[in-house]
């Protein structure tokens, strides 16, 4: 299975390209969101979504690529084809490489490959007449597997390394400042919903914000201000809800008292591991931090209410569990 090597920056990456819906498409064969069709007799330089499907019925003269979405090759193409996750049917000339992330790939009859295929996570299946430059057998191909080891083996040390990285940095933020990370890890227990909503809002506060500061040229000099701020939340975010869910852990199993280092260790590795997942695992991560970020926005809030007192405050994390109770 091949595992984002930087599943934060990629999904937010996804996330803002999300955002730039209604903006106009460079042409009818370039696109942000949706399906890409060139029709049969149509030439195009080249055709490419960030999320949706890519058919091919006429020709193109460079790439073909998607980021989520499949990919139907029934014309000519001089460039690569590349998609990120989703099902590649080539049964046409192509004239450079195919890569596919996660998802299988079919080359049918009409196959004719000049460059490489690589696949990460997925089969590739050759019908008995397509030409290609390797030897391959139909189904998996043989000629694969050394590099699927390598890649998979690659893969899994990179996790290991982000889950090692992101357990150290929730156990010392557990030890020196674990008063701000209690009092977020209790915005997520009174107040979820609030929360995520708060953390999904972030995405477009800044985005709204980066867009006016694009303006001006002190206000792009900024910019290397916000945007640093913002990862450093989002980061921050992904340790409070790895706090979050390792001390409900702790709490289930009766060993509360076993300190906030070892429940921040247990959440960190739960939200690594959730990068595993096939084909959603990078959004899941974004969407827990966001969600812990949203409950760092919602306690500093609380700290400084627009009327009245101050929120009680706790020892402890066991301490406010039990007085809710």
Request: glycine residues 12%; charged residues 20%.
């Amino acid at each position: 299975m091949r595992v984002p090597k930087r599943p934060l920056l990629l999904l937010l990456a996804v996330f803002f390209a999300y955002l730039l819906l209604t903006a106009p498409a460079y042409a009818v064969e370039k696109k942000v969101m949706g399906d890409v069709l060139v029709e049969e007799g149509e030439i195009a330089e080249e055709a490419s979504t960030v999320w949706g499907d890519v058919t091919v019925k006429g020709s193109v003269k460079e790439d073909v690529e998607t980021g989520v979405g499949n990919i139907r090759i029934e014309g000519p193409v001089g460039g690569d084809v590349d998609a990120g996750t989703g099902e590649v049917r080539i049964n046409a000339p192509v004239g450079g490489d195919v890569d596919v992330g996660h998802g299988d790939v079919y080359l049918e009859s009409g196959a004719n490959l000049e460059g490489d295929v690589s696949v990460g996570s997925g089969k590739v299946f050759r019908d008995r007449e397509a030409r290609v430059p390797i030897t391959q057998t139909a189904g998996m191909a043989s000629a694969f597997d050394d590099d699927s080891l390598l890649e998979a083996f690659s893969d899994a040390l990179g996790w290991a390394v982000m889950t090692l990285g992101l357990m150290a940095a929730a156990v010392l933020l557990a030890v020196a400042a674990p008063g701000p990370l209690r009092a977020s890890a209790r915005s997520l227990e009174t107040v979820p919903g609030m929360s995520f909503v708060l953390g999904l809002g972030s995405v477009l506060v800044v985005f709204i914000f980066s867009v006016l500061l694009t303006i001006t040229v002190v206000g792009i000099l900024l910019l290397f201000l916000l945007w640093p701020a913002y990862l450093a939340l989002i980061i921050f975010g992904a340790l409070v809800t790895a706090y979050f869910l390792g001390r409900r852990v702790l709490l289930v199993t009766g060993r509360y008292r076993a300190g906030d280092a070892l429940a921040a260790a247990i959440g960190a590795f739960l939200v690594s591991a959730v990068c595993l997942i096939p084909f959603v695992g990078g959004l899941v991560f974004v969407a827990l931090a966001l969600f812990g970020a949203g409950g760092a926005v919602s306690a500093l809030l609380a700290r400084r209410p627009l009327g009245g007192a101050p929120r009680a405050t706790y020892a402890s994390y066991e301490d406010y569990l039990r007085d809710r109770r």
